[in-house]
């Protein structure tokens, strides 16, 4: 018999559709069970973009207490030593609990990402993004919080076989072919990076690994590499330019 990782058991407890029940059900616990077990009892600063689903948002509209942010709670029962922050454009600040602090910033804008990154003392462990699914937002939420990213952390981005349609911006490529091309650092890209930022992403990631989703309510075949984990380089492992 297969056991369910926790990480499946507390995302359908909590209403998440990283786990295996509600709306998309990406199934992304599997990935991160493997990324995460070993963390488990760490002091880690965990920030999550993106904090609850456009469904559970109407659903819920004008009761959000009842539910409070899925994924959040499930991060701070797996990581009991944990701090969990949690960025979105709406604000869900009065659902701030015990270890979960959460902020407003706008994907689109440096200065709002920057500016949390700075007033929560940055260094995160681990940065999910979860957000709006918009190839530039995700690439400037990149470029901007990679910095803010401990040496050794992940940088998660889920969600990359879709971009909104109405929000993407002619032109840029999209997220999942960038980072298809990053390790072989593949020119022709049009992306929304600063050249520094860019340059600091290649020198600083020490493996890319992606992971698929296994969601039912999309073309299976659209699900390759929907979730793509970064890891930074450890501290003392050094710069890969000459």
Wanted: net charge negative.
């Amino acid at each position: 018999m297969t056991t369910v990782p926790q990480l499946t058991i507390l995302a359908n407890l909590y209403g998440s559709d990283k786990g295996s029940q509600h709306h998309c059900a990406h199934r992304y616990t599997d990935a991160y069970e493997q990324l995460f077990s070993t963390l488990h009892n760490k002091p880690l600063r965990l920030l999550e973009i993106g904090l609850m689903h456009g469904r559970t948002q109407h659903d819920y509209a004008g009761k959000f207490d009842q539910v409070g942010c899925p994924s959040l709670r499930m991060w701070a029962e797996y990581f009991p030593r944990a701090q969990i922050f949690g960025l979105d454009i709406v604000d869900f600040r009065a659902l701030a609990e015990d270890r979960i602090t959460i902020g407003i910033a706008n994907q689109g804008d440096r200065a709002s990402l920057e500016g949390y990154a700075v007033a929560t003392g940055g260094q995160f462990d681990i940065i999910i993004d979860d957000g709006s699914h918009a190839s530039h937002h995700q690439q400037i939420t990149l470029g901007v919080l990679f910095q803010h990213l401990s040496p050794g952390g992940l940088y998660c981005i889920e969600d990359l076989h879709y971009q909104p349609a109405d929000m993407e911006l002619p032109g840029i490529t999209p997220t999942r072919a960038f980072l298809r091309g990053l390790t072989e650092a593949r020119r022709g890209n049009r992306l929304p990076l600063l050249q520094s930022e860019l340059g600091h992403l290649i020198d600083q990631v020490e493996f890319l690994r992606f992971f698929d989703s296994q969601s039912n309510q999309w073309p299976k075949e659209s699900l390759a590499d929907a979730l793509a984990v970064l890891r930074k380089k450890p501290a003392g492992v050094g710069s890969g330019q000459s």
